[in-house]
């Protein structure tokens, strides 16, 4: 029972990296470096929240959370795409004017500067089902079955293989007819639609929008995306890995057996120490970051 418990735990704790994840190995596969994924998360769950408060619906909600993240990722498309920015940088600019839009429209929407009022979510509350409970809700199952879908698309589907021939080789791509830059751009909407999903998740598993609530989530579910080659399968691999190692932190400190503040590096440490075994042997689509 011990086990079946800290497997559950680990699967409702990696849907969010499974599903931003999913977007970002979208995006690095067309060529523009994802690293929006925590403002696009941000965005998705505060949209999330905002759409089921008014709309008095978690499936309002779940449209307003990807328009939230479509609206990111035109941002960024409008950016790295239109006016070739680089996209490092424009990355780091998007999350952070995520982060301070959300605050000010938190204060606007709900007159606080904290956190917004509970809101109606998915897997409801006093359902009767303990720990199962989070499994009525239909994200845990799309976070479980994005990355083999997308696996699916981009290697068994012809806009899989443009999407790929895209981020390997752009200028042998547009010679046959290909156009890159609408591509890409469809690329970068599914991005944003999965990692907003991954941020309404939190926010209606919680039911409610905390400030900052993604809490570097985008960027330990990039993380997975370089230790998993930018293969979907191991990404998936690698985003229940580090839900694993979370969990476990959860558990530790639970059990109190360890300092809190050594336990709380648990997640954290394994990042950098699986990175730093696989990164000089990655070998990202060659056109990642590049511009035109």
Same mark, same amino acid.
């Given at each position: 029972m011990i086990l079946l418990a800290f497997l559950l735990q680990?699967?409702?704790?990696?849907i =969010?990296?499974?599903?931003?994840?999913?977007?970002?190995?979208?995006?690095?596969?067309?060529? $523009?470096i994802a690293l929006g994924l925590e403002g696009m998360m941000l965005a998705g769950a505060f949209g999330a929240v905002l759409g089921s408060y008014y709309g008095g619906s978690a499936w309002i909600g779940l449209v307003c959370a990807m328009s939230a993240g479509i609206l990111v990722a035109l941002l960024l498309a409008l950016c790295t795409l239109r006016f070739r920015a680089n996209q490092v940088v424009v990355g780091i600019a998007i999350n952070l004017l995520v982060i301070g839009a959300t605050r000010f429209f938190l204060r606007l929407a709900f007159d606080? @500067?904290?956190?917004? =009022?509970?809101?109606?979510?998915?897997?409801?509350?006093?359902?009767g089902l303990g720990v199962l409970a989070s499994f009525s809700n239909p994200l845990v199952w799309l976070?479980?079955?994005?990355?083999?879908?997308? #696996?699916?698309?981009l290697w068994r589907t012809p806009f899989g293989l443009r999407a790929r @021939?895209?981020?390997?080789? =752009?200028?042998?791509?547009?010679?046959?007819?290909?156009?890159?830059?609408?591509?890409?751009?469809?690329?970068?909407?599914?991005?944003?639609?999965?990692?907003? %999903?991954?941020?309404?998740?939190?926010?209606?598993?919680?039911?409610?929008?905390?400030?900052?609530?993604t809490a570097g989530r985008g960027f330990i @579910?990039? @993380?997975?995306?370089?230790?998993?080659? #930018?293969? =979907?399968?191991?990404?998936?691999?690698?985003?229940? %890995?580090?839900?694993a190692a979370e969990t476990l932190q959860i558990q530790l400190q639970g059990?109190?057996? $360890?300092?809190?503040?050594?336990?709380?590096?648990?997640?954290?440490? %394994?990042t950098i120490v699986a990175l730093a075994g696989v990164v000089g042997k990655s070998v990202p689509p060659a056109a990642l970051g590049k511009v035109e």
């Open positions: 680990t699967i409702r704790i990696a =969010p990296y499974l599903l931003a994840a999913a977007g970002g190995v979208m995006s690095e596969r067309v060529g $523009v606080s @500067a904290s956190n917004s =009022p509970r809101v109606d979510g998915f897997g409801g509350e006093g359902s976070g479980l079955i994005a990355l083999p879908a997308l #696996w699916w698309l @021939a895209v981020g390997e080789k =752009p200028e042998a791509a547009a010679t046959l007819g290909v156009n890159v830059s609408a591509l890409r751009l469809r690329g970068l909407l599914l991005c944003g639609v999965l990692a907003s %999903l991954g941020g309404a998740y939190l926010a209606l598993d919680q039911h409610q929008f905390t400030d900052s609530m @579910a990039l @993380a997975a995306i370089i230790f998993g080659r #930018w293969m =979907p399968m191991r990404v998936a691999a690698a985003c229940l %890995l580090f839900a059990a109190q057996l $360890v300092p809190s503040q050594f336990v709380e590096l648990i997640p954290y440490v %394994l």
